[in-house]
């Protein structure tokens, strides 16, 4: 990944085989094999000494995350639901191999009390917090409104839209200047696909919070940013989204491919950066080309 390519052809493209999961999804049973950076993603030393805590951690973009922050220096606490347990243990091992610090922390966002745990094992675990990587979150599909359900509604912003409240609120007496906390929205919350209101509205609001929060904790020193990703191939797509979408996923993009996990991490690790000092309240389009604003 550092040496000068072409990135049209870098990583696989459309077609892919037709696969569907069950949420949240697993990370070895999608082919082609998603790259989150396990033998390509080096380090350079970005992020010397630093705590960080990740939700998502297990799979996808949080995995990508996870092993890039490890290898630029960070220690990780990882947030994942309980059913992820064994791909969490996966990248704790990468985060250990790095001689980094890895604490795990199973457990549902949806529920407040979560959130507020999650927050005081990682500062135990990592004997502070200074990067809260907000990354967790949800996407059902729903093609009509005459499908639409108050309950889908409900589960996407308290898996999406809560914790970003939650988990600041319970990191907040803990950071200090230099802190930096990342969101992930999507170029859904700026260009949203029919199919994916509840979820696009959710992903709208997350760069909206970016920018409200970012106002507020600028004073203390503390930077709030996000990203907002294209298609990535994760257990995200297969898990939600019907085989006929899979099989041209990314095909939309200028780049005319989908993602890999690998290909989002840089733009965290410079969030999470004090190279990053001056940008503030930001969302970053990692989309291939597809022009979000
Ligand atoms: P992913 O499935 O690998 O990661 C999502 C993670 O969210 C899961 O691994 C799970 O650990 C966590 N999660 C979901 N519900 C949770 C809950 N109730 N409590 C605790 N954890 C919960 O998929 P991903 O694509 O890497 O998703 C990461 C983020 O990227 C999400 O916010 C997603 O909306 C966003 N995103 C993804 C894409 C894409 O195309 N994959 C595009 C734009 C944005
Ligand atoms: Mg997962």
Redesign the pocket.
Known sequence: MYTAQDPTTQYPRPPFPPQQQSG??DIHQMDPAPDHGETTYIGLGRLPGRKALI??A?????RAIAIAYAREGADVAL???PE?QAQAEEVAALVEKEGRTAVLLP????VEQTNIDVVEKAVAGLGGIDILVI?????PTVDSIDDFETKTLDHVVK??IYPLFWLTKAASPHLQPGAAIIT?S???GFQPSPSLAEYAVS?AGIANWTRALSQQLIERGIRVNGVA????W????P?FVPNEKIEQFGAQTPIGRAAQ?VELAPAFVFLASQEASYVIGETIAVTGGSPMH
């Open positions: 949240p999804g939700t998502g297990d799979s996808g973009i949080g947030s994942y639901l992820e457990g549902d966002l949806q990354n967790a979150g949800t996407m898996a999406n992930t999507s170029i859904q992903k990703p294209g298609p990535v994760t257990p995200l797509q898990a996990p």
